[in-house]
């Protein structure tokens, strides 16, 4: 009978690890792919009978790769922290590992939850990223810092799941300004890797298509005050991903301050 393994990759995920593994206590294994964390993440994991697996963060390519050859059976359900599987998924993953006709790859819709509302445009649903559903051995993974690519190792067209699993991109408006940050500087590495330059023009005329294309051609504005957050917090991502690169690449420095001392001949009272 196939088996399902669960990975989650996690990062002091303290606040979201308990709902993201109480999702996936049906599957035949969870393992929680963590990077030596500094808050509860762990001892919460493994309370709920996940097995921690701990991996230096080098990349979100390499982490991926390793959370998933640290799986143990056939099929493997990749879920981040900030998502949650719901039964209408679960039931759908359980018919498809029975079937003879199952392909080696399902990418899985997801729905988006920020600010009080699903966002239902933005770009945000059905929101597929990458496979989610997949035999091990069948999706492997660029070695990129950020926004890592993907290949899938099958001759067979992937499949796509009618459900959706919940994802929760932002817990607060501060988690948008923090990620927009982390993210800018893994982006930022990754350029560089690539060879690109940048320039302030670049960062700002990048952030601005970015913002474009969330808010008006992926109909962000639809969501109102949400889809503008989210399009303004892209912005900043892309605008600060470029203009960090050109502060690596300009290698500003301050102006000499020399120590000063009393100067020879001057009274003071």
């Known amino acids: 009978m196939s088996q399902i393994s669960v990975y989650i990759i996690a990062y002091n ?56 050859a640290a799986c143990s059976h056939e099929w493997i359900f990749s879920l981040d922290s900030d998502e949650r599987c719901t039964p209408e998924v679960r039931d759908e993953f359980l018919k498809i590992v029975h079937a003879e006709s ?3 790859a399902y990418y899985v819709p997801r729905r988006n939850f920020f600010m009080g509302r699903w966002i239902k445009y933005s770009g945000f649903y059905p929101d597929y990223r990458q496979p989610q559903l ?12 950020v926004h890592e690519s993907f290949s899938i190792n099958s001759s067979q067209k992937p499949g796509f799941l009618h459900h959706a699993i919940w994802q929760v991109p932002f ?44 808010y008006f051609l992926k109909r962000g504005i639809l969501d109102g005050w949400p ?43």
């Open 13 to 68: 995920e303290a606040e979201k690890i308990e709902a993201a593994v109480n999702s996936v206590l049906w599957a035949d294994e969870i393992v929680v792919v963590d990077s030596y964390s500094t808050d509860d993440t762990v001892q919460i994991a493994e309370s709920l009978g996940a097995r921690v697996v701990q991996v230096a963060f080098k990349g979100f390519g390499d982490l991926r790769n390793r959370a998933m």
């Open 134 to 145: 997949f035999r091990k051995g069948a999706l492997v993974f660029s070695q990129d810092m």
């Open 227 to 269: 889809g503008f957050v989210i399009a303004l917090g892209n912005f900043e991502g892309t605008f600060y991903r470029y203009a960090k690169l050109y502060e690596q690449k300009s290698q500003w420095r301050l102006p000499d301050s020399p120590p000063l001392t009393k100067r020879i001949g001057v009274v003071t009272k």
């Open 102 to 104: 199952a392909v080696d």
């Open 171 to 214: 817990k607060n408006l501060e988690e948008v300004m923090h990620k927009a940050n982390k993210y800018s500087t893994l982006g930022a590495i990754k350029l560089a890797e690539n060879g690109k330059q940048a320039s302030m023009g670049k960062a700002l005329s990048h952030g601005l298509w970015s913002f474009f294309q969330l």
